[in-house]
């Protein structure tokens, strides 16, 4: 059991890590002034597990801000910092993160980016799916007289049968009346005869 859990980890954080994309934030500005960092992050969809790398000069700082310290300018109070030059931050969890230059002036001049990450993209079933359904068509049934006609059913739906034209029935072949009683007919019938021939010879002595 703990062996098949700790597998499925290992792959859910392979998978996770495949899908993982490294930005450099303003791309080959780098992290500066003079940069429009809003117009650089509408470009990109962030999702968890992406990372932020902020490559800069000595001169300049990165500092996470909350939002009101964002829009103040102020790194005075930040939730983390950073002047190492070539800063990675992992985007750990749904949400807008703001950073901002902690050098003076330098976020007024542009040195800041709010930065929205979505949930982890994932494959999700459609809401609905549409069976397949046979096309529409034809058939025509072989019938002495006339044609006919088939629509298939199918779900959710009708069809129709409509057989070909008169036909006539099955008849079966018709005898000679005295043959329609099988041998008694034919015993009768030469029993008449002769009773006929005997009585004529009679009348004649």
Known sequence: MGYTYTTALCVLLFVAAAEAKEYVVGGSEGWSTGVDYGTWASSYIFNVGDTLVFQYGALHTVSEVSESDYSACSASNAIQSFGDQNTRITLTAPGTRYFI???AGHCSEGMKLACTVSPTASTTPGSS??????GAGSFTPFAPGGG???TPFAPGGGGSFTPGGATTPYQPYS???YYNGGVHTRSGFCGLVFAVFVVSTLLMV
């Open 101 to 103: 230059c902690g050098s």
């Open 129 to 134: 799916s549409t069976p397949v359904t046979p």
């Open 148 to 150: 006919g006609s088939f």
């Open 175 to 177: 005898r000679p009346f």
